[in-house]
């Protein structure tokens, strides 16, 4: 009954190789994010889509594309990752229509780019 | 812009002892207010927010923040705290109308038991 699962929870890979994270949420939400943690902790969001469509788009390297197939997926696909790329992803989801909705995380996918 | 602060880097407080830790934020209108605990290799978990209404907010497991638009503040308090309560805290603002939630630093908090 997990909320916001995403798989898989550790990857590692080396440079220049392509890899894919899947999230998926059964909360019901029609917004769902991506975001990046570093080794100091910091959060960065990513991107942010609604109902399939993308409204977030922060300053990323166009190496991440992420895909929606439906409002409860959000799939985030990465080429040519880099050393840099390492951290922890998360996926989070809310309702838009209320801006005081509170995200529900993932537990997280720990790259690691050797 | 908005913007939250988290000043210090890590709360080391004894078992027992009230728990505090501070968050002010920057932003241009009134603002949703959050915060999110996370425990080791897990996902951040919403602690409580503020809305609207009375300044103290209660949230889950014992935690409640007080509101203070004069000092632009939002500071968790615990009264007791409890060895399980070491964890990364996150503050976070959301300006109404707005999706985009903006995240403090996050502090450590480490009780002694």
């Known amino acids: 009954d997990t909320a916001v699962s995403q798989t898989p929870k550790y990857l590692v890979t080396q440079m220049g190789n392509d890899k894919s994270i899947k999230c998926e949420q059964n909360l019901g939400h029609d917004t769902m994010y991506w975001y990046k943690q570093d080794s100091k902790k910091f959060l960065k969001i990513m991107f942010s889509?609604?109902?399939?469509?993308?409204?977030i788009n922060e300053t990323v390297p166009n190496r991440f594309s992420p895909k929606s197939p439906d409002k409860a997926h959000l799939n985030l696909h990465i080429n040519s990752l880099e050393l840099g790329d390492s951290a922890v992803y998360f996926c989070?989801?809310?309702?838009?229509?209320?801006?005081?909705?509170?995200?529900?995380f993932g537990n997280g996918t720990r790259l690691t780019v050797t | 812009a908005q913007s939250v602060a988290q000043p210090e880097d890590q709360v080391n407080v004894a078992e027992g002892n009230p728990l505090t830790v501070k968050c002010t934020y920057s932003v241009s209108g009134n603002p949703y207010l959050f915060w999110y605990v996370q425990y080791p290799n897990r996902g951040l978990q919403f602690l409580l927010k503020y809305i609207t209404g009375d300044n103290l907010v209660k949230g889950s497991y014992g935690f409640e923040a007080e509101f203070n638009k004069s000092q632009t503040s939002f500071h968790l308090k615990k009264p007791s705290a409890l060895v399980s309560d070491s964890a990364l805290y996150f503050c976070a603002v959301r300006l109404r109308g707005n999706n985009r939630l903006a995240f403090g630093k996050g502090n450590q908090v480490v009780v002694i038991p």
């Open positions: 889509y609604n109902n399939k469509e993308l409204i």
């Open positions: 989070a989801s809310s309702l838009k229509g209320q801006n005081n909705s509170p995200l529900h």
